[in-house]
């Protein structure tokens, strides 16, 4: 029972303990998230051929002809006015339906929409002196569309042999989105911008996933990304009206590169993701069954006390029981078919001289350190010898004491 219970103990400390695995994506999955949105500071160009003409025709009528000349030599012939759009505080929102292909890798398609406060913009006029002028804007700025993304798992565990439920991802995607401003700016005169203008964009992105414990497929997800729209491939159209003491004109805003930078939380939850399997139940190895030990002790004829070479093999016998998982030590005597009182007395003295051959060796056990509690003692007399003979044989290998430890 010793050892079956050491066998158990150590079966069990030797089950591997495991941590919360982070999840690997296989299959469908949603993913929505929000955050902070920092738009930087955007560069518009303001070209209007008939803004001069409206100049020359209000503010220059009537004067010297040596002055609409000298006007008409130093501005350009477009009147390009150049501006920057400084934007506020915004946010951020997405939705996304994507797959996991269970080696890392996921492609997914979003929708995105961005929205930002615009706070300024500082104007440098097209005039020979190039004034600049700066005013703060009533407005927002809207950016949505879509992106293709493709992202990858990072197994920490697999790569780096670290078992934590949190796996980080990078990625990349490409898309299109529309921007559309809206905005009063008050400089020397009243400029409102409006309209929708739509691009070619870009983002990457760098984040991790946080498992959420007791719900399978359900990840907790931080991540930063940064959203480019080229100057290029535009379509659309952002008016800007002017009115001021120079009368009022409509031109057409050209917006370069776009770059917003994100900070984002969200909940991703992955629809074929099964719970981990419970760990397997501690093997219980059975002890493997003992075989029984057996010691003989001959006799002399008639006799029950124990000779010099008999006291060697019980002691021995004492020894191995301290040394062998022993539950139980049986100490049997026996005589041979021969008998000091021949006659119907015979088998009935044959068989208390085996029971005295047996107490002989339980009182030796006892002095070489064995508990008299483990001790089970009999006596057969003349049954089961170990040689078979007639009847009134004195056979040596019949007198004796088998000592079996179980």
């Given amino acids: 029972m010793r050892l079956r219970a050491a066998l158990l103990a150590a079966s069990q400390i030797m089950v591997p303990v495991t941590g919360a695995m982070a999840t690997t994506i296989t299959g469908p999955y949603v993913d929505i998230g929000g ?20 100049i020359n025709n209000t503010y220059l009528k009537g004067a010297p002809s040596s002055v609409t000349s000298a006007f008409d030599k130093g501005i350009d012939p477009g009147l390009h006015e150049r501006q920057q759009v400084r934007h506020g505080d915004g946010w951020t929102g997405f939705g996304a339906f994507g797959w996991g292909f269970g080696n890392g890798l996921r492609a997914e398609v979003e929708g995105v929409y961005n929205w930002s406060d615009l706070s300024s913009i500082s104007a440098t006029t097209g005039d020979p002196k190039g004034h600049r002028m ?9 950016s949505y569309g879509g992106f293709v993304n493709v ?16 796996t980080p991802f990078v990625g990349v995607g490409a898309g299109y989105l529309w921007q559309n401003v809206s905005g009063i700016t008050t400089l020397q005169h009243t400029i409102s911008q409006h309209g929708t203008n739509g691009s070619f964009a870009y983002q990457g992105i760098v984040g991790a996933a946080y498992d959420i414990p007791g719900v399978a497929g359900l990840q907790m997800t931080t991540e930063y990304r940064m959203i480019g729209q080229v100057e290029s491939f535009d379509m659309g159209t952002i008016n800007q009206s002017y009115s001021g003491p120079l009368g009022r004109d409509t031109t ?10 994100q900070f984002i939380v969200g909940v991703r ?5 099964a719970p981990p399997p419970p760990p397997p139940a501690p093997a219980i190895v059975p002890a493997a069954p003992v075989a029984s030990r057996t010691y003989l002790v001959f006799f002399d004829w008639d006799g029950a006390a124990l000779t010099g070479r008999a006291r060697e093999i019980v002691t021995e016998a004492a020894q191995a029981s301290t ?79 088998e000592i079996i430890l179980h």
């Fill in 134 to 142: 700066h005013g703060r804007t009533d407005g927002s700025d809207r």
């Fill in 252 to 261: 057409h805003l050209r917006y370069d590169q776009r770059f917003n930078h």
């Fill in 269 to 273: 939850y992955a629809f074929n993701t």
């Fill in 35 to 54: 955050g902070y949105d920092l738009t930087q500071t955007q560069h518009v160009h303001d070209y209007d051929r008939q803004r001069l003409n409206d």
């Fill in 151 to 166: 992202l990858y798992d990072i197994d920490l565990k697999r790569l780096f042999d670290i078992d934590v439920p949190v």
């Fill in 323 to 401: 040394h062998v998982q022993t539950t139980r030590i049986e100490v049997n005597g026996y005589t041979d078919s021969s008998a000091a009182h021949p006659g119907p007395r015979g088998e009935k003295y044959n068989l208390d001289l085996s029971l005295r051959r047996a107490d002989s060796v339980k009182a030796e056990l006892i002095r070489d350190g064995v508990a008299a509690s483990a001790i089970d003692i009999h006596g057969y007399g003349e049954a089961h010898p170990l040689v078979p003979t007639g009847p009134g044989t004195r056979e040596p290998q019949n007198r004796r004491v």
